[in-house]
Structure formats: structure tokens, C-alpha cells
């Protein structure tokens, strides 16, 4: 997690991330630099929605 968080707080322009890990950074890791990014990719988005994590879904 610590490897993510650098890179987080650097910025970056892509980022793939599952609903809950990107969820978890966008509450926790202070200085989460999103400005830049330009593509974002939610892995297993359908899987998750199917499992019912749609709540997390709209919070992001």
C-alpha cells in the first residue's frame, strides 16, 4: 500500500484500482493527487456490482 501511496501523492495519469481500493485512497491517503489523471479503469466493476457494492460504486 505504501508503493501506492508515493505514487498516488506524485500523481499519476492512469490508474487502475478496484472500486474498494480506490475508494479506501480517495478517504485515506492525504494529498491523493487526481488533477492529472486522465484515464481511469475500474477492474472487475462489473463483478463488483453484481456482488452488490453499488453504494461504493456512486461514491467514487
Not at 484515464?39 to 453499488?54: N, Q, S, Y
Request: with cysteine; glycine share 4%; net charge negative.
Amino acid at each position: 500500500r505504501q508503493d501506492e501511496v508515493k505514487k498516488l501523492v506524485k500523481g499519476v495519469n492512469i490508474l487502475v484500482a478496484t472500486p474498494g481500493r480506490l475508494l479506501d485512497h480517495l478517504q485515506n491517503t492525504k494529498d491523493f493527487m487526481y488533477k492529472n489523471l486522465q484515464c481511469l479503469v475500474i477492474d472487475e466493476a462489473d463483478r463488483i456490482l453484481d456482488i452488490g457494492f453499488e453504494e461504493e460504486m456512486k461514491q467514487i
